[in-house]
């Protein structure tokens, strides 16, 4: 019996249980499948019950003590908290900073601590990006060596996105495909992607990548993996490729050619610096969760690796004293931070874009108009393209789906949580999928492909169980919106039991309605790519641009010269001047290093 691997958050498989309403008509074998709980994704998010003694996790700055170092300071005022009562975690020396788990009354003991410069909550921090579900576990394959970047390959390669901020036209201006010598590519210039992490073996980011930590497993895993990995160095569990597409968007290289969707360039994509140096701090776990503390840590390991730029797709509602005073110490010590505004769509920045030392980042459309779930407002400095962003992910991580029906092809979108496979047979109409007896006469245990209407107020994981109960092997489901297109819809959570399912357009659903009977191929397949929005994917593409300016020349170059650069050449989207929905505006590539060559070679006065 054939087994599929489904699309969805990995973190075990559902368990069956008895089903006391079984239908007569139901296949043998199908009896028992429930439907996934609805609890199911909380309980793969590891959300944990708050601690019986009210404890939470805190930041604390201390000042500055006799100790010779500043290790020894940490050391000696980690001990005192211990001491206390409190569970250290994480500690910071370069900034005075531990965290640590402690009960209310330590907060208050430690807030009255004339030694105390503050105590911020160690909040959790989301990636901004609309995250994919995580694939199925497999092997780690292991780091290849690292290949010296390409520099050539096609212009079918140049996103859309890349050619909105106007990258190429600083690197390829004849637009042959081929980076142009002379010209700013990234080179030299080390962009610390702090995020998921990234998948090793997408071949786009192999000559990027430089070195890497995991924040979250610690020392286990120096890659930094968008993964979870056992004692033995095997995945576990595969992230949702935040990270990946984060840093495809700025460094992906020319000519590299992962699995692409049909009809796309083989080479897949390149990256708005494609010869830029990736370090890589993982903060973000499986869902796309993280800590402050973690952030912090990131950003002060990012600086021991000597980055020029810090991409942050990620933040938090609120403001917090110590990651304020980590990004502050930062921009001094001559890093460009850039990081996402958000999308919640409120008139409130995330953090840490809403601080003064950091790049805030929003995103518009292709067309330039501003994205609605854009957080806006003040530390919005600039935007960036962040809907419907073409970039790498984990391999094989990209939900794609074909129908091929007497020859035809039908555009389709495999549900979340779809079983990954091929099937080929009779298709079936089931109506709206509300029973088993639904599918009629034409079902058969034997298998076939079932045919399910959209809508009677039906969720969708309810139609599929029931086909399949009926003896489906595939399920296509057919829209009822003609502005959704296919749509994007959700089995809601994952079971051994899903078997490979798409939803199709309005117009596609009618002409299928008129071939039941007929034998309709499905193949359901992942691919290394994936189109994604957010500012999540605005905020690398800002990043890139900045990398491409401060090539022109790492050591002539300051950080508040690229800066500035960036500000004072974006193209003005919205009312002149700053507006609190586009910042400065849409990041320009070519004008920004237009104008970052004006400082490096200044015109002489007029005698």
Known sequence: MKRYVWLGLVGGLVACGSDSNVEPQ???????????????????????????????????????????????????????????????KRRIPSLNMVSARVTPQMREALAQNPDVVSVSPDREVRALGMMQRPMSPQAWLGAEPRPPPNRQGSVGEYTEGLKMVKADKVWDANADGILDEG????????????????????????????????????????????????????????????????????????????KVRLGEDPNGVV???????????????????????????ALEWCQEQGANVVSLSLGAASSNTAEELA???????????????????????????????????????????????????????????????????????????EVDASGQQFASNPLEYSAL??????????????????????????????????GGGILFEEKVRNAIRAGAKAVIIGNHTAEEGAGNFTLNAPSERWVPTVSVSLESANILRGMMGTQVALDVSGLDYAIQSGTSMATPHVAGVAALVWSLNPQGLT??????????????????????NYGSGLVNAERAVQRAESLLNPTPPAP
């Not at 992607?193 to 997408?202: A, I, L, M």
């Not at 610096?273 to 800590?291: I, M």
């Not at 047979?425 to 959209?454: I, M, Q």
């Not at 950080?559 to 609190?580: F, I």
């Open 271 to 297: 990256g708005v610096a494609p010869t830029a140096s990736l370090l890589v701090a993982r903060v973000l776990n499986e869902t796309g969760s993280g800590s402050t503390t973690n952030v912090i840590a």
């Open 559 to 580: 950080s508040e010269q690229v800066r500035s650069a960036l500000l004072e050449t974006a193209d003005d989207l919205g009312p002149s001047g700053w507006d609190p």
């Open 183 to 258: 010209r700013p590519t990234g080179t030299g210039i080390k962009v610390c992607v702090v995020d998921s992490g990234w998948d090793n073996r997408h071949p786009e980011l192999q000559a990027a990548f430089i070195g890497g930590k995991d924040f979250i497993h610690g020392a286990a895993n120096a890659l930094a993996l968008d993964a979870r990995v056992d004692s033995q160095g095997n995945v576990v569990v595969w992230g949702g490729g935040h990270g990946t597409h984060t840093a495809g968007t700025i460094a992906a290289q020319l000519a590299a050619g992962g």
């Open 26 to 88: 139901a296949c043998p074998g199908t009896a028992g499948m429930d439907l996934p709980p609805a609890t199911m994704a909380s309980a793969l998010q590891g959300e944990a019950a708050a601690p019986a003694d009210g404890s939470e996790e805190v930041i604390i700055t201390f000042r500055q003590r006799v100790f010779a170092t500043a290790k020894a300071n940490t050391d000696a005022f980690a001990e005192d908290v211990t001491r206390a009562g409190g569970q250290v």
């Open 421 to 454: 496979g091929t099937y080929s047979g009779r298709l079936v109409d089931c109506g709206l999928g509300a029973s088993v007896s639904d599918c009629g006469e034409g079902a058969t245990c034997e298998g076939f492909l079932a045919y399910v209407d959209r």
């Open 327 to 401: 990004f502050n110490t930062a921009r001094a010590n001559g890093v460009l931070a850039i990081a996402a505004t958000g999308n919640s769509g409120s008139a409130q920045v995330s953090y840490p874009a809403g601080y003064a030392s950091v790049v805030g980042v929003g995103a518009v459309n292709f067309a330039g108009e501003w994205a609605a779930f854009s957080q806006y407002g003040e530390g919005t400095n600039l935007v960036g393209p962040g809907v419907g962003v073409l970039s790498s992910t984990i391999v094989g991580g990209a939900p794609y789906g």
